[in-house]
């Protein structure tokens, strides 16, 4: 009989078991031990796991935060919580208990590799069962998951929705298969319009020194200044990152992490954070200096310099990860959908969100494909 086991550090699950249910995985053990040991303001980490015969059948991280309800709205739904907050400073921010990570591309849910298929609903509904039993002993009333890749869908509404759980659209991966010889194959790809927009874009190559690193000693304090611009112009800000989260990843992961800097002459005006195994280039964080990124183009270069890595080290795809959706699909990617889940411990509330979601929230992609 399978049971929920829940834990502050991944460290206590251990490497050998965890990576053991995300095989291949980029953000596997390594990379959650980078997020843990980051420092970041207001994340209480959890990891669950269902176990059999003191064995780890299924694994995911998740998370504890005080969480404000309009991170997600729409407009109209950020204004009616703005005039709310002017009576009641609090409302609408609650205790939440989150499966997946802020740091993540999904919700990292994993399973041992001769788990056979129609036992992942059974083991889920177990490790979410536990994690929810944690979640109250911590005083979170919000129960949530964050972006379930569609490849799990069936599990995870399997095990979610048969004990309350609201399903709603998560953010999209962007996806650009590498199935194209050279530069100049991939452009011959593209409209001729965007074609035509990116060349004269990129002629701005000759006035920026790019660097690909794996070592960010010196640059600390400019690249987390790079990072808080970037942050501020963004409109879902919900991790702040620090430092030691770039330099950790750089640290712990070695020849699986790279950064790639963007200098302006001996100033540094944007760098990539980057993660990369034999098929995938995963793009992590692109942040740039408010001024001259944008005048420099600097969004179009690294999407070209990434393309680029990928042609020269023989990577068949290159993930460019969640928001810019127009972009990313003017240049040829494709969205791998997910979804959210989320359940109040009230009932009364619980059908309160129930009915608001989709008054209130919107999908998050312009479009929705499948890769």
Sequence with gaps: MPEARVVRSVDEIGREAWDACFPGALE????????????????????????EGGR??????????????????????????????????????????CLGSPCTEDAGLGFAPDVPAERRSELLRVLLEGFETAAA??????????????????????????????????????????????????????????????????????????????????????????????RERSDLQFEDLTAAYFAGVLARMGERALCVLYWAGDELIGFNLLL????????????????????????????????????????????SGQAAYENKLRLGSRLIGADMYFRHRRPLVNRALQWAAPLLADDPAPQRGAA
């Excluded at 053990?29 to 997020?35: E, I, K, T």
């Excluded at 999209?172 to 593209?190: E, K, N, Q, S």
């Excluded at 793009?283 to 944008?294: L, N, Q, T």
């Design 137 to 230: 002993q911590a005083g979170c009333w919000l129960l949530a998951v964050k972006d379930a890749p569609e490849g799990q869908r069936e599990a995870w509404a399997s095990a979610a929705r048969a004990i309350g759980y609201q399903q709603t659209p998560g953010m999209p991966t962007a996806v650009l298969p590498i199935d194209f010889a050279d530069l100049d194959g991939y452009l011959a790809r593209l409209s001729h319009a965007t074609r035509k927009d990116m060349r004269r874009k990129l002629k701005v190559l000759d006035r920026l020194r790019i660097e690909v690193v794996s070592d960010l000693a010196g640059l600390e304090p400019r690249i987390l200044d790079l990072y808080r611009q970037t």
């Design 28 to 51: 596997g053990y390594d990379y959650l031990a980078a997020v843990e040991a980051a420092g970041l303001d207001g994340f209480d980490w959890r990891y669950a796991v269902a176990e």
């Design 56 to 97: 780890v059948l299924a694994a995911a991280p998740g998370f504890f935060t005080d969480y404000s309800l309009d991170t997600t709205l729409t407009d109209l739904g950020r204004r009616l919580v703005a005039a709310t907050r002017r009576i009641a400073p609090r409302a609408f921010t609650v205790r939440m208990a």
């Design 276 to 319: 990369q195994d034999g098929e995938t280039l995963l793009d992590k964080f692109f942040c740039m200096e408010s001024a001259r990124g944008p005048a420099l183009n600097l969004y179009f270069v690294s999407w070209f310099t990434n393309v680029r890595l990928c042609l020269e080290r023989g990577l068949k795809r290159y993930q």
